[in-house]
C-alpha cells in the first residue's frame, strides 16, 4: 500500500477505534497505530507488533511486548463465518437494513 492518502486514513481509523475502546483516552504521544506499506518478501504473513506500559499493584511498572505472525488470507475466514452467523440471526429474527452492531464490530 503505497498510496499515503489511504496510509494516512487507515492510521487514523485504526487508532480511532482503540481509543474508543479504552478506558480513557490517551494522550497522543502515548499512542502509535498504523499500517505498513507491503512487504514483498513477507508474501500473505502479517506481522503485529504490540507494546504496552502500565502499573500494577504497588504503582510497579510494568512493560508488554508481543509479535504476532499469521498467514494473512485465511486468518479472515473466522471474521467473516461469524459476520454470516449475525446476518443470518437477524434474517431469522426478521429483521433488515444495516445491521450496524455487526458491522462496526466485524468489518472495523
Not at 477505534?17 to 504473513?45: C, F, M, T
Not at 499493584?57 to 499469521?70: H, K, Y
Not at 461469524?82 to 431469522?92: F, M, S, T
Request: net charge neutral; aromatic share 6%; proline share 5%.
Amino acid at each position: 500500500m503505497l498510496d499515503r492518502h489511504r496510509l494516512m486514513s487507515k492510521k487514523e481509523s485504526k487508532t480511532e477505534a482503540v481509543q474508543s475502546v479504552a478506558g480513557e483516552r490517551l494522550a497522543d504521544e502515548d499512542i502509535h497505530i498504523g499500517p505498513s506499506d507491503y512487504v514483498p518478501w513477507q508474501k500473505d504473513n502479517k506481522v503485529c507488533f504490540i507494546r504496552m506500559e502500565g502499573r500494577l499493584f504497588g504503582d510497579v511498572p510494568m512493560n508488554l511486548e508481543l509479535r504476532l505472525s499469521v498467514e494473512d488470507s485465511p486468518n479472515s475466514a473466522g471474521v467473516v463465518i461469524d459476520a454470516i452467523r449475525c446476518c443470518k440471526l437477524a434474517l431469522d429474527r426478521g429483521q433488515g437494513g444495516v445491521l450496524y452492531s455487526p458491522s462496526a464490530y466485524f468489518m472495523k
